[in-house]
């Protein structure tokens, strides 16, 4: 199987998958590398591979839109990775794509999208729907019946009160506490969280 994207966030996937010893990674592909190995697996330019179709990937790109956007020029058989010391419920759903780190905890009836990243030590409690290509990032809680949409990025250590929904590609800043709905696009900050911008959809 193959990672697509040598940087830090590839470095943490390597151990999921090494921790959980369920695939032999034969190569990193980045479009442009900065070093030959990562770990002792070979890196190598994207250019340099003439047919990543139809094999077994994870995008290990760390920036939401990004990760969306190799997803969309290479047609694969994406899998998950889900680190042995995480939590999650039989009773719940993770998609292709999607990593899951050590120390987070997804309980019952969430269904997480494809193509997200559940950090280190992040929370998604009952009956969550996260959407594509989401980041919960280190130490965020989300609880109860909580959707977020598409893109969205949940900041470092930000709370999500029960019963709230997150708008598509919207960014909840780290520390973040957030007691209402945040709409498509919106930067969020503060305790309680307020809206501070909207971002572009090109950008």
């Known amino acids: 199987m193959y990672l697509f994207g040598a940087s830090g966030h590839c470095k943490v996937v390597i151990d999921i998958i090494e921790a959980s010893n369920d695939f032999k990674i034969e190569c990193v592909i980045d479009h442009n590398p900065r070093f030959d190995f990562i770990f002792d697996i070979p890196i190598l330019n994207y250019n340099q591979i003439e047919n990543l179709n139809e094999k077994h990937f994870i995008v290990s790109i760390g920036d939401n839109k990004k990760r969306k956007n190799v997803v969309s020029i290479i047609n694969a058989f994406y899998f998950k990775a889900i680190h042995p010391q995480s939590m999650v419920s039989k009773h719940s759903k993770v ?39 989401v980041h919960i990032s280190p130490n965020a809680s989300v609880a109860g019946n909580v959707k977020v949409g598409e893109g969205s990025h949940i900041g470092i250590g930000a709370t999500v009160i029960q019963g709230i929904t997150i708008g ?29 911008k909207f971002m572009d959809e090109n950008e």
């Open 95 to 133: 998609l292709e794509g999607t990593v899951v780190m050590a120390g987070a905890i997804i309980n019952s009836n969430s269904v997480i999208g494809k193509h997200c990243i559940i950090n280190s030590g992040a929370v998604v409690e009952h009956d969550c729907v996260i959407d594509d290509f």
């Open 168 to 196: 598509k590609w919207a960014i909840v800043g780290a520390g973040t506490v957030i007691i209402e709905d945040v709409p498509d696009y919106a930067v969020v900050v503060g305790v309680p969280g307020q809206i501070i």
